[in-house]
């Protein structure tokens, strides 16, 4: 009988080896797509500098509470590419302590972004307004164009951690406000 609970017992251990491996890379892979999700980042293509004669409605009337712009400039894009570096850790940021589960949470680079020069107290500031993919999906299922967010501020004051606005400072490289939007 020893030799064959000895089998037994041997045959249990290497079971629950095989089992702790298993849970082991289970749970490496999921850290894995994990941090691969929240590492991706902003797409360039998905920003858009909107024109000066819309530039003053980005950000309002539902984004961080900023004073009124008293006047408009054109970011370069090295600024634009400096407010996206810096963009990009301010959103990872505040999505991870979203209250969201992970599987509603958005990653990073599910935003379209809106960028406009506005002058507030005489500093010039880069607004922004971001929104879901998933708006423009919306959009093209309702009017078939997608493009005239790339013209058009877009207005949106709900939809949660789907929507942000932000104003950022080129001028020493941070964000002053950053917030997403309520829920109706």
């Not at 797409?43 to 530039?55: D, K, R």
């Not at 960028?115 to 993919?133: C, E, K, M, S």
């Not at 919306?138 to 949106?156: E, K």
Request: some cysteine; glycine content about 8%.
């Amino acid at each position: 009988m020893t030799g064959v609970c000895g089998d037994l017992r041997a045959a249990v251990r290497l079971t629950n080896m095989r089992l702790s491996v298993v849970i082991l890379a289970a749970l490496l892979g999921m850290s894995a797509c994990k941090a691969e999700r929240n590492s991706a980042a902003l797409i360039p293509s998905w920003a858009a500098l909107v024109p000066s004669q819309n530039a003053a409605a980005v950000g309002q009337p539902c984004g961080p509470p900023l004073h009124a712009a008293e006047g408009i400039w054109s970011p370069s894009q090295e600024d634009i590419r400096r407010l996206e570096r810096q963009l990009n850790l301010v959103l990872e940021e505040s999505l991870a302590r979203s209250l969201l589960p992970d599987s509603l949470r958005p990653a990073v680079n599910d935003y379209y972004r809106q960028y406009a020069g506005v002058i507030v107290n005489g500093r010039r500031l880069i607004y922004v307004t971001g929104f879901h993919r998933q708006y423009l999906a919306s959009v093209q299922q309702l009017h078939g164009d997608t493009t005239a967010w790339r013209t058009q501020p877009v207005l949106v004051c709900d939809g949660g951690e789907f929507y942000f606005g932000a104003a950022y400072d080129p001028s020493d490289g941070h964000f002053i406000a950053f917030q997403f939007n309520g829920y109706a």
